[in-house]
């Protein structure tokens, strides 16, 4: 059997760690980081996403406020709610969670975050000194994977390491920091995406499989290399009529198949989604303290 790789174990590890250092920082400055995220519309992943992102707060003893909006809100609107929470500095940390309703660009959003409270790590300038390899906010997700990889003593120098998709919020990122000259990267780092010809032969040769595609349970074991790391990114509700729900999460692989190959996985849930969590908290804190130190 594999080892698992639990999202849910290292982010009580590092809840403990980030509860240390604020309560330290309280102690210092008499405040405590402050997050706050911005809820446009009625989505329910979207809700519950949020929901979890205060629960983390509470946890770890940071403020947090959750700002709900109509869906009918303007683009205009939003842009000004922003521009004020970036001129207040009793918030460290917003996110605005997507997806946003259809009349609001995403990018045009995304951009009016200062790059300083952009949390998440998706404003151009935060991407632009990942790419350069210069200290800034990481993107939440890979962010998060490392930090499961340095927990679980999973090394990447010298290994190599396939990415499965190159959006933004995940899979370029994660190829910069798995690249990257630090304790997490410097691996050899291939990216792969839907116009990847012959794909297996690339997947095959990968000591660490990391699978962020969106498309439920893809990667098979055919796929993988014997004795693989293998990261599921991917979490898709899929009918299951078994269910009283009628649906499951599934992640982009075929557990019970690649379980069999792997050395080490993460299940979908509680594998990567908690370090999506950890990191934006680890995010939060590091914002804060430079702000503070």
């Not at 995406?193 to 498309?215: C, E, F, P």
Request: net charge negative; aromatic share 4%.
């Amino acid at each position: 059997m594999p080892q698992i790789l639990s999202g849910k174990e290292v982010s009580l590890s590092l809840n403990e760690q980030i509860a240390a250092r604020v309560a330290a920082g309280k102690a210092k400055t008499g405040m405590v980081p402050h997050l706050v995220a911005i809820l446009v519309g009625n989505d329910g992943a979207s809700q519950t996403y949020v929901g979890a992102k205060e629960k983390a707060c509470q946890t770890v003893g940071f403020d947090s406020s959750i700002l709900r909006y109509d869906a009918s809100i303007s683009q205009d609107e939003l842009l000004a709610e922003i521009e004020r929470i970036n001129q207040d500095d009793t918030y460290t940390g917003l996110i605005v969670q997507l997806p946003l309703p259809n009349h609001i660009d995403e990018e045009v959003v995304t951009h009016a975050i200062h790059p300083d409270k952009d949390v998440d790590g998706f404003h151009d300038i935060n991407m632009g000194k990942l790419a350069k390899g210069h200290p800034g906010v990481k993107p939440a997700t890979p962010y998060g994977i490392t930090l499961m990889l340095k927990h679980y003593g999973i090394e990447t120098q010298g290994k190599h390491v396939v990415v499965l998709g190159r959006s933004n919020i995940v899979g370029r990122p994660m190829s910069l920091l798995l690249s990257d000259s630090s304790e997490t990267g410097n691996a050899t780092v291939t990216l792969c995406h839907s116009r990847t010809r012959d794909l297996a032969s690339y997947t095959r040769q990968a000591d660490i499989l990391v699978v962020a595609l969106g498309k439920p349970e893809f990667v098979g074991a055919d796929l993988v290399k014997p004795g693989a790391v293998v990261i599921d990114v991917g979490t898709t509700r899929v009918e299951d009529t078994s269910r009283e729900r009628g649906w499951r999460l599934t992640g982009d692989v075929l557990y019970s198949e690649v379980a069999e190959v792997a050395s080490a996985i993460t299940p979908v849930p509680g594998g990567v989604g908690p370090m999506t969590i950890s990191g934006l908290m680890m995010n939060t804190l590091q914002a804060f303290e430079r702000k503070y130190a």
